[in-house]
């Protein structure tokens, strides 16, 4: 079936620095993807979705220059959190979405990135 | 806006104890309807899905049946395993290629 792989699974970084969060579609070709931040004990917030090629389009409240999403190629999407802060710290994922793959509907999902700043 | 309602957790059972999941929804067109599950510390998987009224989906023992007249997707199992505690998300989607929307999850912890 269809997998999405995403890393680092979890990952531990200073106030300040960047982070890069890879979802790799294996076996399908992406042409959406959709990040969504989760805190916990709550649902999943969709962060922005992202077409191959195009600028990705954030919901309101998430600010676009902080969290930068590039879709390049159709089984690659990267989501870098820039100038990290501790209230960065949280469960990120990723969600591909092939409008011709016969897989779930055609919605993947990664595992997922605990991201804890310090 | 579309929106998703589940019952909040923890819901807290027995092994071999009757499962129901409430969930109800508010869409602006017609949507699929969907179960995820994640396990702790792990992404979402597709439970099960339903695209339209009356369809019925059905995974690993779990069911949910598609009520457009209510507007629910209640998730049901007859027997749940100590392996099924999780957290359970309803979701849905309206028109291809269109975002998921989430409940609020809920909390199922099976007990042996």
């Known amino acids: 079936g269809a997998v999405v792989s995403q890393h680092p699974s979890w990952v531990i970084c200073k106030s300040g620095t960047s982070v890069k969060i890879e979802c790799r579609s294996l076996?399908?070709?992406?042409?959406?993807m959709f990040w969504y931040r989760q805190f916990p004990k709550q649902s999943l917030m969709l962060m922005a979705t992202s077409n191959e090629g195009s600028k990705a389009t954030y919901e309101q409240g998430v600010e676009k220059d902080k969290f930068l999403i590039n879709h390049a190629s159709l089984t690659l999407s990267t989501l870098t959190v820039t100038s990290a802060h501790p209230e960065d710290s949280s469960f990120y994922i990723c969600?591909?979405?092939?409008?011709?793959?016969?897989?779930?509907?055609?919605?993947?999902f990664g595992s997922g990135t605990r991201l804890t700043v310090v | 806006g579309d929106s998703v309602t589940q019952m909040e957790g923890p819901v807290t059972l027995s092994e071999e104890a009757f499962l129901t999941i409430n969930c109800t929804y508010t869409a602006t067109g017609y949507p699929s309807l969907f179960w995820y599950v994640q396990y702790p510390g792990e992404g979402l998987q597709l439970l099960l899905k339903?695209?339209?009224?009356?369809d019925k989906g059905s995974n690993k023992g779990f069911e949910a049946t598609y009520r457009k007249e209510t507007t629910s997707f209640h998730l049901e199992k007859g027997s749940v395993q100590v392996s099924d505690s999780a957290v359970y998300f309803c979701?849905?989607?309206?028109?291809?290629?269109?975002?998921?929307?989430f409940g609020g999850g809920t909390r199922l912890m099976v007990k042996p």
């Open positions: 076996d399908f070709q992406a042409t959406t």
């Open positions: 339903a695209t339209k009224a009356d």
């Open positions: 969600s591909a979405r092939s409008l011709g793959y016969r897989n779930n509907y055609g919605y993947t």
């Open positions: 979701a849905l989607s309206v028109g291809a290629g269109n975002m998921l929307t």
